[in-house]
T-cell receptor
Framework: TQLLEQSPQFLSIQEGENLTVYCNSSSVFSSLQWYRQEPGEGPVLLVTVVTGGEVKKLKRLTFQFGDARKDSSLHITAAQPGDTGLYLCAGVKAGNMLTFGGGTRLMVKP | GAVVSQHPSWVICKSGTSVKIECRSL??????MFWYRQFPKQSLMLMATSNEGSKATYEQGVEKDKFLINHASLTLSTLTVTSAHPEDSSFYICSARKDRGLGNTFGSGTRLTVV
């Protein structure tokens, strides 16, 4: 059983569309991280959100941490083929231990 | 920035042999490193936490005698898959935590194929 439920698991959209990925848990985390992973490579950190209600923007990507620090969302505006990849959320607990969500595989078609 | 080097990037071995994977923090000291396993189209599952100078802490269901972890220095942790079997074939990824700060930096992963 995943402690972090990520949805959707798979998303295929056309270039220019917007999308939102959700990461939900019944646990409270000290912080939450979002990663992007390309095939055959390790995950690359996109952002860390720490404060409940926090919103961070990274170009066309907007990350939000829930008020109760149990959930988070990633919104991509005007998706591009270069955004294709596996997006992973990870809850951070004591000792920097990460609990990963199941991942969202995004495909953006030109 | 923090860089973690993982070697080899891929390896093919015969069933019954052992394989060692190295994880090095190149520009920082890492008192703690983590080892993950990832099956195709799945997320990362934590296998064990490797602490410098002490025994690794294994997650439930991970055989410590099969997946030997050594963290002999502040910049190197190794994972040895002993008596490998085809079902051990997977993508193994390490990450290192800086001594201070919130970040975990991941290695580029090792694709293990046991034939």
């Amino acid at each position: 059983t995943q402690l972090l439920e990520q949805s959707p698991q798979f998303l295929s959209i056309q270039e220019g569309e917007n999308l939102t990925v959700y990461c939900n848990s019944s646990s409270v985390f000290s912080s939450l991280q979002w990663y992007r992973q390309e095939p055959g490579e390790g995950p690359v950190l996109l952002v860390t959100v720490v404060t409940g209600g926090e919103v961070k923007k990274l170009k066309r990507l907007t990350f939000q941490f829930g008020d109760a620090r149990k959930d988070s969302s990633l919104h991509i505006t005007a998706a591009q083929p270069g955004d294709t990849g596996l997006y992973l959320c990870a809850g951070v607990k004591a000792g920097n231990m990460l609990t990963f969500g199941g991942g969202t595989r995004l495909m953006v078609k030109p | 920035g923090a860089v973690v080097s993982q070697h080899p990037s891929w390896v093919i071995c015969k069933s019954g042999t052992s394989v060692k994977i190295e994880c090095r923090s190149l520009d920082f000291q890492a008192t703690t490193m983590f080892w993950y396993r990832q099956f195709p189209k799945q997320s990362l599952m934590l296998m064990a936490t490797s602490n410098e100078g002490s025994k690794a802490t294994y997650e439930q269901g991970v055989e410590k005698d099969k997946f030997l972890i050594n963290h002999a220095s502040l910049t190197l942790s190794t994972l040895t898959v002993t008596s490998a079997h085809p079902e051990d074939s997977s993508f193994y990824i390490c990450s290192a935590r800086k001594d201070r700060g919130l970040g975990n930096t991941f290695g580029s992963g090792t694709r293990l194929t046991v034939v």
